[in-house]
Nanobody
């Protein structure tokens, strides 16, 4: 399975971006798999930002609640992260992850830079 993330860029504080991550190359259904977004800010450890299970359960890091929304389109094998009201502290490389019961796949990362 290959994951291709896109949508990062430079945005001013208060702005919005939508990240996408598309899966390809899978011969198994990913509908039951979980999607998640992580990020790694400069000088910090990687953190979980948002996750959405195959059954639709959603969770968010406290720092992004009410601002970020994770969504998945299983017809397109794609997950999205809508990011609103962006803050400079959201600056990071964002990674998508697709998780099965015994497997996990990572995207290559997309850089989000929020200027003050």
């Amino acid at each position: 399975v290959q994951l291709q993330a896109s949508g990062g860029g430079l945005v001013q504080a208060g702005g919005s971006l939508r990240l996408s991550c598309a899966a390809s190359g899978s011969r198994i259904s990913i509908n039951a798999m979980g999607w998640s977004w992580y990020r790694r800010a400069p000088g910090k450890q990687r953190e979980l930002v948002a996750a959405k299970t195959g059954s639709g359960n959603t969770s968010y890091a406290d720092s992004v609640k009410e601002r970020f929304t994770i969504a998945r389109d299983d017809t397109k094998n794609t997950v999205y992260l809508q990011m609103n009201s962006l803050k400079p502290e959201d600056t990071a490389v964002y990674y998508c992850k697709l998780s099965g019961r015994f497997s996990g796949y990572w995207g290559q990362g997309t850089l989000v830079t929020v200027s003050s």
